[in-house]
C-alpha cells in the first residue's frame, strides 16, 4: 500500500508540475503580448522570472482573486518594479482582472502602466518603481504582521542589478535584526541588467553570502526556471523560524523566447511585428509540446 500511495503522489505531483508549466507558458504569451501591444516595456526580467510568479501565486501564497483585500491574504511586492508586464499577465492568468487587458499596457488611460499600481490595479499589494524600495515595503509589511497578531506571509521579487542598490542592504539588515521569519526575498539572478553582465557593472557577488551576513537563511536555486527545485526551495522557506530567508533563483533571462534569451538587449524593449510572430511562434511550440507529455 505504502508503494502504491507514493505512486499515486509522485504522478500527481508530476501532474501538478505539468500543469504549472503550461501556466507559466500561458503567462509568457500575456508578457510578450502585452508588451508588443505597449510598444515598450520589459520582456527579459518578466520572462526570467515567470516560473517564479507562477509558482507564488498558483501554488505558494494564500490568495483570492475575488476578494483581493482579504486582511489575511499573503502579500507579494515587486521590488523590481519595471518587470510589471510579468506581474500583470501572471494575476491575469489567476483571474484577477480580464486577460484581453494586457493590451492595454502603457496606453493613455489604462490601469496597467508601466510599474505596479496598488490604487488601480486589483491584486497589486504595493506601487513599486524605484529600484531598491520594494524590499523596504515588503519588510515593513512583514513586521505589521508580526505587531498584530496576523499569520500571512509576505514576499518580495528582486533584480540582481537592483541588490546594487544601498536601501536593499538596509532593509535586509532591518529584516535580519528583527528575525522576519514571515518575510521571503527572492532574487531574480539572471545575470544581465540594462547596462550589461552585473558582474561586469557592479557585481554584487557573492548574494547568497551578503544576505547570510544580515542573518537570513538563505535557499540557492541553481536553475529558478525549473518548478521542482522552487518546489522545494519554498518548502523550505516555510520551515524556517527565528529569521527571514532569501531565496536566490539562477535564472535564464529572455526564458522561452529564443532570440531573447540571454541577450542584454531585451532588458526594456518591446518586439517588432515580426518579431512577435516569432515569439508567439515559439511559445506555442512549447505549449503543444507540454500537451503531448
Known amino acids: 500500500m505504502a508503494v502504491r500511495a507514493a505512486a499515486i503522489y509522485e504522478r500527481e505531483n508530476t501532474m501538478n508540475i505539468l500543469e504549472l508549466q503550461k501556466t507559466a507558458n500561458e503567462i509568457r504569451k500575456g508578457i510578450v503580448s502585452g508588451v508588443h501591444a505597449a510598444k515598450a516595456g520589459h520582456p527579459g526580467g518578466s520572462l526570467s522570472a515567470t516560473e517564479i510568479f507562477t509558482y507564488l501565486y498558483f501554488e505558494e501564497m494564500n490568495i483570492d482573486p475575488e476578494n483581493p483585500k482579504d486582511p489575511d491574504r499573503d502579500r507579494f511586492v515587486l521590488s523590481k518594479g519595471h518587470t510589471a508586464p510579468g506581474l500583470y499577465a501572471t494575476l491575469a492568468e489567476r483571474g484577477y482582472f480580464p486577460k484581453e487587458d494586457l493590451l492595454t499596457l502603457r496606453h493613455l488611460g489604462s490601469y496597467l502602466q508601466g510599474h505596479p499600481d496598488m490604487k488601480h490595479i486589483p491584486g497589486v499589494d504595493m506601487s513599486s518603481g524605484s529600484l531598491g524600495q ?9 513586521l505589521g504582521a508580526k505587531l498584530t497578531g496576523k499569520s500571512f506571509r509576505v514576499y518580495t521579487l528582486l533584480g540582481d542589478g537592483e541588490i546594487q542598490e544601498g536601501q536593499v542592504w538596509e532593509a535586509a539588515m532591518f529584516a535580519g535584526a528583527k528575525k522576519l521569519d514571515n518575510l521571503v526575498v527572492i532574487v531574480d539572478n539572471n545575470g544581465l541588467q540594462i547596462d550589461g553582465p552585473v558582474d561586469k557593472v557592479n ?6 553570502k551578503k544576505f547570510e551576513a544580515f542573518n537570513f537563511h538563505v535557499i540557492n536555486v541553481a536553475d529558478g526556471n525549473d518548478f521542482e527545485q522552487l518546489k522545494a526551495a519554498f518548502e523550505e522557506a516555510r520551515t524556517v523560524k527565528g529569521m527571514p530567508v532569501a531565496i536566490i533563483a539562477k535564472t535564464l533571462k529572455g526564458k522561452g523566447v529564443s532570440f ?34
Do not use: F, R
Open 134 to 142: 520594494g524590499i523596504s515595503a515588503a519588510a515593513g509589511m512583514a
Open 203 to 208: 557585481t554584487p557577488y557573492p548574494i547568497d
Open 260 to 293: 531573447m534569451e540571454n541577450q542584454v538587449g531585451w532588458h526594456g524593449k518591446a518586439p517588432n511585428d515580426e518579431e512577435y510572430k516569432i515569439a508567439m511562434e515559439d511559445l506555442e511550440k512549447v505549449g503543444e509540446a507540454l500537451c503531448q507529455k
